[in-house]
């Protein structure tokens, strides 16, 4: 018995980093679906309600969840109402931690991508700034966002990029990682601005 229980504690043992690995990996390919699948999500509603639909991701951080950096973690959709008010028309979704959306790694949420030549001359604005209260635990807190628009059409409002960083992009992480540098697990949603067309990359 005690032969047998030695062997499988070795077994356990090395198996364990490689099974961790696979849970982290599962956690981050159903966190960048869960983008993606609620990007495409908004786009249907902009082209069945006929009306813009804006996207905004907060960045924060959630002390309920032992999350104490701000970072991109929570997204929400929002519609004009009667009086020409944006209202939130969806739950606030919330990216199961330890994966966040890298600022640094993506293009749609750095408002200074706005400036393009090509976009700055007609005057775009998104991907844009500002606050607004979120959920945390059984509080709300004023929150940084970052958004975009799907109009009616499908399409988006942001401009067209030029260049070799041509594509609005979000990057997914498992949040321990460097600043300014791609570990090897990460997850891309890419966003066509003219056509509104959500992909995916994994490497």
Do not use: C, H
Not at 8 to 27: V, W
Not at 107 to 133: C, I, M, V
Request: hydrophobic letters at 35%.
């Amino acid at each position: 018995m005690l032969i047998v229980l030695t062997v499988l504690g070795i077994l356990m043992a090395l198996a364990a980093p490689n099974l961790f690995t696979l849970m982290q990996s599962s956690t981050l390919s159903s966190e960048g679906n869960l983008v993606r699948n609620k990007l495409a999500q908004a786009q249907q509603l902009a082209l069945s309600k006929n009306s813009d639909i804006e996207v905004r991701f907060f960045e924060m951080a959630d002390p309920s969840a032992a999350e104490q950096e701000d970072e991109f973690r929570g997204f929400q959709f929002f519609q004009f109402n009667d009086l020409g008010k944006l209202m939130p028309i969806s739950k606030f979704y919330r990216i199961k931690p330890p994966v966040v959306i890298s600022k640094e790694q993506s293009t749609l949420l750095n408002p200074g991508s706005n400036k393009d030549a090509e976009g700055k001359e007609y005057g775009f604005l998104s991907p844009s700034e500002g606050t607004y209260p979120v959920p945390v635990g059984d509080d709300q807190i004023d929150a940084t966002y970052i958004s975009f628009r799907f109009r009616p059409d499908g399409s988006t409002d942001l401009p067209g990029r030029t260049g070799s960083d041509d594509t609005w992009y979000l990057t997914l992480l498992q949040g321990d990682n460097p600043r300014g540098e791609l570990p090897a697990n990460y997850y891309i949603v890419q966003l066509d601005a003219f056509n509104g067309r959500v992909s995916v990359f994994r490497p």
